[in-house]
């Protein structure tokens, strides 16, 4: 999946928990974790999911260009 900014980083999905120490965040019944050392990557991000596309949007005010050029 996915995430804003160039420069090849991504946000993936998956179920379960990351290994080592992380932050967990709760919203709408769903349970987010991210590692301690990756949360500087979604720092004012925000997560949202497209009923009309049927996928998850993420946007970031911090980060102007949001085009990956590769």
Known sequence: MGGVGSGG???GIKKGVP???FLEFEKNGLTV???ED???YFDGMVID???DLGEMQFSNEKIDD???PN
């Open 38 to 40: 990756e949360t500087w």
């Open 33 to 35: 974790c991210i590692p």
């Open 49 to 51: 999911f497209s009923e």
């Open 66 to 68: 949001v085009t990956n």
């Open 19 to 21: 290994d080592g120490p």
């Open 9 to 11: 980083f991504s946000a």
